[in-house]
T-cell receptor, first 112, second 115 residues
Framework: AQSVTQLDSHVSVSEGTPVLLRCNYSSSYSPSLFWYVQHPNKGLQLLLK??????LVKGINGFEAEFKKSETSFHLTKPSAHMSDAAEYFCVVTGGGNKLTFGTGTQLKVEL | GAVVSQHPSWVICKSGTSVKIECRSLDFQATTMFWYRQFPKQSLMLMAT?????????EQGVEKDKFLINHASLTLSTLTVTSAHPEDSSFYIC???????????FGNGTRLTVT
């Protein structure tokens, strides 16, 4: 069995300040973990993925995430938020096979 | 990179009619595609797994006679919402995975409104 918990349903930051979106997971297998971003009325775009290689994963648009097995976490960060980062972010886990388990999403708001 | 194309992006239909949504993998062959449904401000709910050349696998609680899935080729899966009702109004998203690759690629979704 696997599950993923996104700890914050909404996060609001000022443009130029750091972003932290939190994700904790559980999995019976060695997990693969992903972060996806969704803009309004659009599909999901892959930001980055962890698949048992380097624990610090760099993605697109300046985002990165660190896999911490001891904390069962995979938090998404970005040093400096941009207005275009405002969107819904989903943490996703798969422990084997094709089935993905989605978190409930975090709405990121970026203010001037 | 891999692209998944979904069509139409939005559709409005009358109650009782059927609507077909197409999902295509444009530059790779996808033996498996997935159909999700997303309610406003909620996460994605897996509806079914579409398998090329065989029957789809539906998640518990999803009516297979209402949501017909056909995966006739390695690049095309279709979802037909039959006898649509207003409660079927939602955002439907398909996805596919390249062979031997882990992340899913998603289509841009279809906004279905049943009046």
């Amino acid at each position: 069995a696997q599950s993923v918990t996104q700890l914050d349903s909404h996060v609001s930051v000022s443009e130029g300040t750091p972003v932290l979106l939190r994700c904790n997971y559980s999995s019976s297998y060695s997990p693969s973990l992903f972060w996806y971003v969704q803009h309004p009325n659009k599909g999901l775009q892959l930001l980055l993925k962890y698949t048992s290689a380097a624990t610090l994963v760099k993605g697109i648009n300046g985002f990165e995430a660190e896999f911490k097995k001891s904390e069962t976490s995979f938090h998404l960060t970005k040093p400096s938020a941009h207005m275009s980062d405002a969107a819904e972010y989903f943490c996703v886990v798969t422990g084997g096979g094709n089935k993905l388990t989605f978190g409930t999403g975090t709405q990121l708001k970026v203010e001037l | 990179g891999a692209v998944v194309s979904q069509h139409p992006s939005w559709v409005i239909c009358k109650s009782g009619t059927s609507v077909k949504i197409e999902c295509r993998s444009l530059d790779f062959q996808a033996t498996t595609m997935f159909w999700y449904r997303q309610f406003p401000k909620q996460s994605l709910m897996l509806m079914a797994t579409s398998n090329e050349g065989s029957k789809a696998t539906y998640e518990q609680g999803v009516e297979k006679d209402k949501f017909l899935i056909n995966h006739a080729s390695l690049t095309l899966s279709t979802l037909t919402v039959t006898s649509a009702h207003p409660e079927d109004s939602s955002f439907y998203i398909c996805s596919a995975r390249e062979p031997r690759a882990s992340p899913l690629h998603f289509g841009n979704g279809t906004r279905l409104t049943v009046t």
